[in-house]
């Protein structure tokens, strides 16, 4: 049996990992920004509702 190593193309893989992950990586930014706001506006009415 050869060396499995040699099948496959390494350099080419991580590329497209980096690639994939740089833009899956922006809608995670996305996606935690959006539960930042909603969750610092939930403190901030509560915070409001308990000072009445």
Not at 1 to 10: G, L, P, S, Y
Not at 44 to 50: E, F, W, Y
């Amino acid at each position: 049996m050869e060396n499995i190593a040699n099948v496959w193309d390494w350099s080419f893989f991580w590329q497209v990992f980096a690639f994939i992950l740089g833009i899956v990586a922006s809608f995670i930014m996305i996606y935690v920004a959006i539960q930042a706001v909603g969750l610092l506006l939930k403190m901030v009415v509560s915070a409001i509702r308990d000072r009445n």
